[in-house]
């Protein structure tokens, strides 16, 4: 990424409601935060599938609900979708058992649909996130229970 592309992304990112911005290249890493900016080269890894995170007791949406266990959150910033498409069956349900490699749901990012994966078999107890809602890096969109 050129000097001029991240100075014109810095300012995107400023003038828009996202807190914070991770992206990965094979060659350098930048994660913008409101406040923070940090560059760094060469990148370790990448993360692919959706990241465990394993919380006590969170808050995690306007409804206040707790999430108490484990979750499947968001990789990346992007626009959550429970189905392929408009109309569609959703991927999972509540209730369902997910295994390995599994779609669970897609995050659209920059007109890039990214299929989410579960990293883990898991049985789906809540679907945090409504269709079409925004998220951002690490927001949780499945509370699951590790099988």
Known sequence: MKHDEIKELISIFDESDITK??????????TLEKGTISVSSPV???PVAPVLVNEVASTV??????????????PMVGTFYIAPGPGAAPF???GD??????????????KIMNELE??????ILKVLVEDGQPVEFGTPIFEVEKL
């Open 21 to 30: 911005l991770k992206i990965n290249d094979k060659e350098f890493s930048l």
């Open 44 to 46: 370790v890894s990448t």
């Open 61 to 74: 949406d306007n409804s206040t609900s707790i999430v108490r266990g484990d979750t499947i959150t968001s």
């Open 92 to 94: 999972v349900r509540v």
């Open 97 to 110: 058992t997910i295994s390995k490699g599994q779609t669970v749901a897609i995050v659209e990012a920059m």
């Open 118 to 123: 579960a990293e883990f078999d898991c049985e």
